[in-house]
């Protein structure tokens, strides 16, 4: 009697215990639990402690409403130009609705991941290839936008659909790079024509502007020499008529000037003016006497005589009155309008 009645204890002490455990539920914080009476959706447990009752109440597995984020498998899709391309995507979703999570669809994760590849199939479709590569935030856009209106009877909310790798046939990554590859190649060579034309432009404006101020600084020079020059002939001219010099002595000036006619090497003969032969008789009437002379010069009372002057020429005046006539002496020839001179280039030249 004892031992059956301490057993009767421990099984009521146990059934006691089960019916404890069985009526207080615990729910963790984001989760959610829904109950089922005689087989009847019931009721949704919320976070923390509930009640139950015991072997009439069911509870069911528990919901997480957290944000999740599911990875699919690389699917193949055709394009709009008929090329297959494998494009990975991620799923974020979250549970907003436990009752219809759980009773509206058998499996929310795996309905969603066919729903996102027939969606995908449907977008990419109507764009070729290109427009699949650069167009991603559409096609992210559209895919949100169908699956979150298909998935909302199901108590889910499709928060963001990303694309996470295109990847296009091998001979289409080879053409694509050796596109991308001729397109580098191509603005290189731009670039480099660009550089050597502005080098070219730079460098002929240097030496446009480099002319210029070359030809201006010449123009200066000359028209510097030019006043120069002029500057000197007009000093010498006035100094020459107001001075009146002697004719004899201008002819004598012209003769020595004449040698610099045939300074230089590559010259053969050289051309005397036809002035000569009366620059000659000037000299000679000056120093000689003889001749012709040039009408003289009315006479001031004031001025010596011919013979005062010749007792008072000096030295100097005898010299160069002896130079005049060694040069009218040597150049006496057969013409008085052209003398030979011997040719540098050998002998046998003509003239």
Known sequence: MEIAGLVAGIVAALIVIITVLRTVRIVPQARAANVERLGRYQRTLTPG?????????????????REQVVSFRPQPVITEDNLVVNIDTVLYFQVTDPRAASY?????????????????????????????LTSRDQINSLLRGVLDEATGKWGLRVNRVEIKAIDPPATIKEAM???????????????????????????????KQSAILTAEGERQAAI???????????????AVHENEADPGVLAYQYLQTLPKIAESQGNTFWVIPGEVTSAL?????????TGELA??????????????????????????RRA?????????????????RPSTDGPGRDV
């Open 104 to 132: 509206e669809i058998a499996n929310y994760i795996q309905a969603v991941e066919q729903l996102t590849v027939t969606t995908l199939r449907n977008v990419v479709g109507g764009l070729d290839l290109e427009k699949t």
């Open 295 to 320: 009408p003289a010069k009315p006479r001031r009372t004031d001025e010596p005589s011919a013979a005062g002057r010749d007792e008072e020429d000096t030295p100097r005046e005898i010299e160069s």
């Open 177 to 207: 790079e050796k596109q991308m590859r001729a397109e580098r190649d191509k603005r290189a060579a731009i670039l480099t024509a660009e550089g050597q034309r502005q080098a070219k432009i730079l460098t002929a404006e240097g030496e």
């Open 49 to 65: 402690l509930n009640f139950v009752i015991p072997y009439i109440d069911r509870v069911r597995p528990l919901i997480d409403l």
């Open 324 to 340: 005049g006539q060694a040069a009218f002496d040597a150049s006496a020839g057969p013409s008085p309008a052209t003398a030979e």
């Open 224 to 238: 510097l020499r030019a006043e120069g020059q002029a500057k000197a002939i007009e000093n010498v001219f006035q």
């Open 281 to 289: 008789q000037t000299i000679t009437s000056a120093f000689t006497g």
